[in-house]
């Protein structure tokens, strides 16, 4: 493996701790938000007005993360049907490269529209909650389709598992 390979391998390593960290974080918040609501609601007959909307953005950063943790495991596409057929090993490495090829393709070309989706967020002013706006919210969408973009680059040119599947 070339020194190229380990960096790669090094920083995408880290990068899954920074996920990690996001994922802890946003899991805490949403499971405290979301108790201090039902309990507010039923106890007080109120709530935090913000509360809700926080909690579906931080939904949104959860469901972005996980995928690109996926990605990670290679658990992000399976063609199952193919993967039966074809039981020679040689024809699976094939089938394993064509199917991170197209999804390295897929997740550039999204990556692409959400960063020019994140442009026009920017341009409108428009807010999430406590005045944050609202582009801060979606920014989760293009870093996690880069990163998944990244992953699979990164796949491809090491041709290594980033991360085994725990059973």
Same mark, same amino acid.
């Given at each position: ?19 990690? +960290? ?28 913000? +509360?809700?909307?926080?909690?579906? +953005? ?8 996980? +995928? ?100």
């Amino acid at each position: 493996m070339t020194k190229l390979q380990r960096n790669l391998i090094k920083t995408e390593a880290l990068i899954a701790r920074l996920e990690n +960290a996001v994922l802890i974080a946003s899991f805490v918040l949403m499971i405290f938000l979301g108790s201090m609501q039902v309990f507010l609601r039923n106890a007080f007959n109120t709530g935090v007005e913000w +509360a809700d909307v926080f909690v579906r +953005a931080l939904v949104l950063w959860v469901g972005f993360t996980g +995928a690109s943790l996926a990605t990670r495991r290679s658990r992000h596409i399976n063609i199952d049907i193919f993967s039966k057929l074809l039981t020679n090993d040689r024809l699976k490495m094939i089938r394993k490269r064509v199917v991170n090829f197209i999804s390295l393709v897929i997740s550039a070309l999204l990556f692409k529209a959400s960063v020019e989706f994140l442009i026009t967020e920017m341009d409108s002013n428009m807010t999430a909650f406590l005045n944050i706006p609202t582009w801060i919210v979606f920014i989760i969408v293009p870093v996690s389709l880069f990163v998944i973009t990244l992953r699979l680059l990164v796949h491809s040119i090491t041709n290594a598992e980033l991360e085994e599947e725990k059973s």
